[in-house]
Nanobody, 119 residues
Framework: QVRLVESGGGLVQPGGSLRLSCAAS????????MGWYRQAPGKQRELVGG???????NYADSVKGRFTISRDNAKNTVYLQMNSLQAEDTAVYYC?????????????WGQGTQVTVSS
């Protein structure tokens, strides 16, 4: 059973920083495209950004220049470094893994971690 476990969320003041981590159990991590999503209260889940198996990244316009995604395949972990946080970044952040094993595609989610930006 593959699991994704996020950590690192919490309360931070506007302008502050947080780093989220997502650890993947099992052997799929290195072959997975990893993504970070977020869902604010009353809103739909949205893509924050993603990183390919080769390390290429993409970001939502709202976080470009402030957030950075990286991965450590040796540790089966993907990171989301969030700087210059704003109140609008308050949300539950979810880790996602997409890929294919044989003929079977997978699309896995973590349980989410709360990020609250408030003074």
């Amino acid at each position: 059973q593959v699991r994704l476990v996020e950590s690192g969320g919490g309360l931070v003041q506007p302008g502050g920083s947080l780093r989220l981590s997502c650890a993947a159990s099992g052997s799929i991590f290195s072959r997975s495209v990893m993504g970070w999503y977020r869902q604010a209260p009353g809103k739909q889940r949205e893509l924050v950004g993603g990183i390919t198996t080769g390390g290429n990244t993409n970001y939502a316009d709202s976080v470009k220049g402030r957030f950075t995604i990286s991965r450590d395949n040796a540790k089966n972990t993907v990171y989301l470094q969030m700087n210059s946080l704003q109140a609008e970044d308050t949300a539950v952040y979810y880790c996602n893994a997409k890929g294919q094993l044989g003929i079977n595609r997978y699309d896995l989610w973590g349980q989410g971690t709360q990020v609250t930006v408030s003074s």
